[in-house]
């Protein structure tokens, strides 16, 4: 109790003797020097761990992923740019030895408020949070306050609260804007903190910065040198981050052609490409050993108990895009009700996206089946289709996507009643000899027969009389060549799919 009071009082006083103007920023993370502070005071031990026992070890965090709407639904990202961002976050941090994984399924809140302005709804926010994960809410705007003036936050991640808040536009852009919040939860300064709101410029710095104290920011941080000197107390407090005077603030393009010296008259060199920095458009983005070593004391303190578990997520890497079956590419699909996708099963797989894109309109879904039936769609329409496969702590899989049309009529497309029990023998087929279909009818009607490669070529067509009961039906897969094919038997306009293979 008196611990809190007396946590409040001095997050209080440094607001009140340091706080400072409000300056325009173009895009920025909306972590101010006062929470980073704040940060710091609720992890008191995070300077003086060792961390020499877990360096080597990987560790297993789990993120909760809570994908924000407005009231009604509208607008929330597509969960194919969260495995995305888990792919980014996952390769960031590899050389950390840290590894993400989604933490039980993702979390679905269509709240207004949280998704247009959880930067001034933090309560609201609040109360969403899962308490076994780090909580990440993907919203339209991460801005901190409701006028424009502190330009574009584009995410930030909140001491008191312990949750990180970013646009979604951040993860549809593959920006490394999550791998620098999540830097901030494990307790990492800005590699120029001190400069966050008064970013170095020649006029007023000088080429040569002879100031000790960084001039016009928060009173008493130590401008850092190049030698090392003051590396321990200066800025991130972390010696092998070299200083970094906010020069990537007004920078594009990862570059950094300034001419500066401190007051040694030392050139320096920032680290451009570092997590924690401001510069944009690096190729790659990188925490130093330094920067690792201060993030696994804190994920070692007793504060992040609640991440750890003895729980070892499926991170086993998927590399084959998946084979789609049905609907076949550019098929003219006889109805738009009850489409049956199916695909191949891949291997390492434990749960499937797909996405299904046609005009005005969109469905997802998450199964751990190769197959889905999709809602309702529309008539005579063009539809665009994509299954990703992934795992909890695997985003970065290839997907596949196809296309198909839908058709006027009401009926089922697939599944024929008439007919039942299709079997092609043997299979696999050889290609020397003839195989044959097997089916069962429940009525003399004519039945239109394809052989359909996988790249969508009919190699064979014909039609057959089918009678009541149990048919025998030769087919000539002489001269296929070896792999999958589709047998397509059309009866009263409708299709039905058998895959077959040819060795
Ligand atoms: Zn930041």
Request: hydrophobic residues 25%.
């Given at each position: 109790m008196s611990n809190k009071r007396f946590l409040v009082s001095l997050v209080f006083l440094i607001t009140a003797f340091f706080s400072y103007g409000q300056h325009v920023h173009d895009k920025n993370c909306g972590v101010s020097v006062e929470d980073q502070l704040l940060s710091e005071m609720l992890h008191p031990n995070d300077f003086k761990g060792d961390i020499s026992s877990i360096r080597n070890n990987t560790i297993y965090v789990p993120v909760k992923f809570h994908l924000t709407a407005n009231d009604?639904?509208?607008g929330r990202l597509d969960y194919i740019h969260v495995l995305n961002q888990l792919c980014i976050l996952n390769r960031d941090y590899a050389s950390s030895n840290i590894v993400f994984y989604i933490y039980e399924g993702f979390s679905l809140i269509n709240q207004t408020n949280i998704y247009q302005e959880a930067g001034t709804n933090r309560n609201a926010v609040q109360a969403n949070k899962d308490g076994k994960a780090i909580n990440v809410f993907i919203t339209q705007n991460a801005d901190l306050?409701?006028?424009?003036?502190?330009?574009?936050?584009?995410g930030f991640y909140s001491p008191q609260g312990d949750y990180v808040v970013i646009r979604k536009q951040e993860l549809a852009s593959l920006s490394n804007t999550l791998s620098h919040e999540i830097g901030h939860f494990f307790n990492l300064r800005h590699t120029?903190?001190?400069?966050?709101?008064?970013p170095y410029n020649k006029q007023t710095h000088?080429?040569?910065?002879?100031?000790t104290t960084v001039p016009g920011?928060?009173?008493?941080?130590l401008v850092e040198l190049v030698d090392g000197s003051n590396c321990q107390t200066?800025?991130?407090?972390?010696?092998d981050t070299p200083p970094d005077y906010?020069?990537?603030?007004?920078?594009?393009?990862?570059a950094f052609n300034t001419v500066v010296f401190d007051k040694n008259n030392d050139r320096i060199f920032p680290?451009?490409?570092?997590?924690?920095?401001?510069?944009?458009?690096?190729?790659t983005f990188k925490f130093t050993e330094g920067q690792t070593d201060r993030m696994l004391i804190n994920y070692n303190s007793?504060?992040?108990?609640?991440?750890?578990?003895t729980y070892i997520p499926n991170t086993t890497e998927i590399t084959d895009a998946p084979i789609l079956n049905?609907?076949?590419?550019a098929e003219k699909l006889i109805?738009?009700?009850?489409v049956k996708f199916d695909w191949e099963d891949v291997p390492g797989t434990t749960t499937y996206l797909i996405e299904i894109k046609g005009s005005n309109q969109y469905y997802s879904a998450l199964t751990t089946l190769s197959e889905y039936t999709a809602p309702e769609l529309k008539k005579n329409n063009t539809y665009f289709w994509t299954v990703k496969p992934f795992n909890d702590g695997f985003g970065c899989s290839p997907l596949t996507t196809s296309n198909f049309r839908t058709g006027?009529?009401?009926?089922?497309?697939?599944?024929?009643?008439?007919?039942?029990?299709i079997a092609i023998v043997?299979?696999?087929?050889?290609?020397s000899t003839t195989a044959q279909i097997s089916l069962f009818s429940n009525e003399s009607d004519n039945a239109h027969i394809e052989v359909i490669s996988m790249?969508?070529?009919?190699l064979r067509t014909f039609t057959h009389s089918l009678e009541t009961g149990q048919n025998t039906i030769p087919l000539d897969?002489?001269?296929?060549?070896n792999g999958v094919y589709m047998l397509n038997i059309i009866v009263n306009g409708r299709n039905s799919f058998t895959k077959f293979m040819v060795d």
């Open positions: 009604d639904g509208s306050d409701n006028n424009s003036s502190g330009g574009t936050t584009l120029f903190y001190g400069w966050e709101g008064v000088g080429e040569r910065v002879t100031f920011g928060i009173a008493n941080v200066a800025a991130d407090m972390i010696c906010n020069f990537g603030l007004t920078s594009s393009n990862c680290m451009k490409e570092n997590q924690m920095g401001y510069f944009q458009d690096c190729d007793t504060s992040r108990n609640y991440l750890k578990s049905t609907p076949l590419k109805g738009y009700t009850d006027d009529g009401t009926s089922s497309t697939y599944d024929i009643s008439e007919i039942k029990n043997p299979n696999p087929v050889n290609n790249v969508g070529q009919r897969t002489k001269e296929l060549s």
